[in-house]
């Protein structure tokens, strides 16, 4: 059985921010990261507080305890979330531009067809 890297599957998380899927500003539930990186949920719940705690990553763990008014102030700017999942993830200024020093520098035109790059993204983030 093919056994994937702990690098491939961060190569994988970081790409969704950058694919046609996501835009930088978007907030990712756990599920839809579960579908598209296609990896245990647990699994993914402890690599996603690694990558948090280097910094790659920001969350809303604490989205039950947090004031109501400042969840109204997410639920605003981010209509499209679904506010009712647990782990929601944005990506940071650091995750972005690690991802595209890997994309630039480690990444072939194929690989980034398979991850969904765009061929010539805006790099006005």
Known sequence: ?????????????????????FSFQSWINLNQIVLYVNINRTRLIEKLKVLEKQGFFESLDDWENMEKEERKEYMVL???????????????????????????????????????????????T
Request: charged content about 30%.
């Open 78 to 124: 981010n209509p499209n979330v679904d506010w009712k999942q647990k782990y929601n993830y944005k990506i940071t200024p650091l995750g972005i531009s690690t991802f595209k020093k890997i994309r630039e520098q480690c990444l072939g035109e194929s690989t980034q067809k398979i991850l969904r790059l765009p061929a010539y993204p805006d790099d006005n």
């Open 1 to 21: 059985m093919y056994q994937r890297s702990e690098a491939a599957t961060d190569v994988d998380i970081l790409a969704l921010w950058h694919s046609d899927k």
